[in-house]
């Protein structure tokens, strides 16, 4: 199943055929509707589950959500180009960590985020809940991209270290911040929409709080190797592979 949502719809392919289901318009039960029954002819059984999750004030089942919507393929194409500008520079930034780091991954509210970990290297906060505790005995540096929320509606960067380092510190470039109320370093997207290089800046931003962990929570600053441009490191001149397949 591919979500085309740069072409407003859903392609189902399977051995014994293929469907497409369009988005553009119509509520979210009726696309429901229409994808169990789009599915439902290669064979595909429906979901066992109908029930929204992680959005607010929604209904509890698509099956439910009888508002008509129109999809904006424009706001999907410029949703995709933040997300893979700031994909490209999480993942440059990651790249030279020597230890634990999962792939830059999607979290809840269509965020990334790119984390670097210290397994079994800090003292969970008492009182919490179990899965909190669970986080805290690791110490990790965390550096992501958010469209922001009802409470916090500012697209960005975002940075986050545990245990919290003090705050009252060079975030690496112009426009970054500490946040106390919420734990959080922020970079508006404005900011560094302005710069002349994003990816570099969300490099350096990522590098910047990754020196406060090895300022504040004792991180070896050998964790980090030397940073090469590009996946491959080619000999072969530019000029003469244009040449070869000109």
């Known amino acids: 199943m591919h979500y085309n949502l740069l072409d407003g719809d859903?392609?189902?392919?399977?051995?014994?055929?293929?469907?497409?289901?369009?988005?553009?318009k119509g509520s979210g039960a009726t696309f429901y509707t229409s994808f169990c029954d789009a599915?439902?002819?290669?064979?595909?059984?429906?979901?066992r589950s109908s029930l929204i999750c992680e959005i607010p004030d929604a209904p509890p089942r698509f099956e439910d959500d009888r508002?008509?919507?129109?999809?904006?393929d424009h706001a999907a194409r410029l949703i995709w180009t933040a997300l893979d500008l700031a994909a490209d520079g999480l993942e440059a930034w990651q790249a030279p960590f020597l230890g634990y780091r999962p792939r830059v991954g999607v979290m809840w509210g269509v965020a990334l985020s790119a984390t670097r970990y210290r397994a079994g290297t800090a003292v969970p906060t008492p009182h919490q809940p179990p899965f909190l505790q669970n986080a805290q005995r690791d110490t990790y540096v965390s550096v992501g991209f958010s469209f922001g929320d009802a409470k916090a509606p500012d697209v960005g960067m975002y940075a986050y270290i545990?245990?919290?380092?003090?705050?009252?510190?060079?975030?690496?470039?112009?426009?970054?911040?500490?946040?106390?109320d919420a734990g959080l370093v922020r970079l508006?997207?404005?900011?560094?929409?302005?710069?002349?290089?994003?990816?570099?800046?969300?490099?350096a931003f990522g590098d910047a709080v990754h020196d406060a962990?090895?300022?504040?929570?004792g991180w070896p600053s050998e964790l980090v190797g030397p940073r090469v441009e590009g996946w491959y490191m080619s000999r072969t001149p530019p000029g003469s592979v244009q040449h070869q397949h000109g």
């Open 188 to 203: 508006p997207w404005a900011r560094l929409r302005e710069t002349a290089d994003p990816h570099q800046v969300i490099m």
């Open 162 to 180: 545990w245990p919290p380092p003090d705050g009252d510190r060079s975030w690496g470039v112009e426009g970054a911040a500490w946040h106390p």
């Open 67 to 72: 508002v008509e919507r129109v999809w904006d």
């Open 39 to 47: 599915a439902d002819g290669p064979g595909i059984h429906p979901p």
């Open 10 to 24: 859903v392609a189902i392919e399977a051995d014994n055929g293929s469907r497409t289901v369009p988005l553009p």
């Open 213 to 217: 962990a090895v300022e504040t929570a």
